[in-house]
């Protein structure tokens, strides 16, 4: 029996040619481990002859507390200091980068004066405020990735697809979060930030960040490397240690809620890094 040929997505053309610029909402639990992983795949793409690696913008109007000292990318000296400042200042004197820190939250109203990015990564702790993005930022930047960030005490989930409404000529379109799970505008998440790393612990898993990060880090390391992907998310529990890929299956993303409305694109050569 013939094994049945999984559904791919390919590379974006733009994505091979320069830099890919990225945006980085959040730089907290998840957001400081994404930002992390982001530098060693920049270099990663550089040796493998990419024109332009990433360039990072990181956003964040939220200061280091005494709590996140041990559970986030933090130290006792850190505290009452910016954290998108923090991270970025260090890791671009420790690679050699020149990637920005904007110390203040991204707001629906300043959407519009923001510059375009290319790829969109969200670690919020706030399903309103990612619900919000998502919906501000689909109008602006259409044709941009979205990969969103998501977790719990011991699950998490992190799933990548296009930002607009449609994809650019010639791709099918990729569901968002937002678009598998329109649940999020009823979700009630609106805890209170923990005042000590104990108590932090008590409400979370020490580990799912990196987790839910490394995923989400894999999956933009193949689009990269390999030019295709066949999975855009994946849902994991650090508890049982258990991770299900998320499949580019309309089939999948029925049972989810989404309409099968897609067709299949035209496939066209697969475009990877080569060794320089």
Partial sequence: MTATQPNLFYTPERFLSGAVRIALVGCGGTGGEVLDGLCRLHCAM???????????????GDTVSAANVGRQRFGASDVGQNKSV??????????GLRWQAVPQYLSPKSIVSASHFD???????????????????????????WMDFGNGATQAQVVLGHLGAKAPPGTARLPNVV???????????EAEPSC????????????VNRAVANAGLQILWQLFKDGMIQHHGAFLDVRTLNCR???IDP??????GYPRAQKKPRQRRKTRLQAA
């Avoid at 550089?46 to 964040?60: N, T």
């Avoid at 923090?86 to 690679?95: A, E, G, P, S, T």
């Avoid at 678009?179 to 998440?189: G, H, I, N, S």
């Avoid at 000590?196 to 580990?207: I, N, P, T, Y």
């Fill in 46 to 60: 550089l040796a493998l002859g990419h024109p332009g690696g990433l360039d990072v913008v990181a956003i964040d």
């Fill in 86 to 95: 923090v991270l970025v200042h260090r890791l671009n004197l420790f690679y």
């Fill in 119 to 145: 790829i969109l990564l969200s670690c919020v702790d706030r399903a309103s405020v990612r619900l919000e993005l998502g919906q501000k930022l689909a109008t602006v930047w259409r044709d941009a990735l």
């Fill in 179 to 189: 678009d598998l799970f329109p649940e999020l505008d009823r979700v009630d998440d």
């Fill in 196 to 207: 000590s790393l104990a108590e932090a612990l008590r409400a979370q898993d020490l580990f």
């Fill in 245 to 247: 890929p998320l499949n």
């Fill in 251 to 256: 089939v999948t993303w029925a049972f989810l």
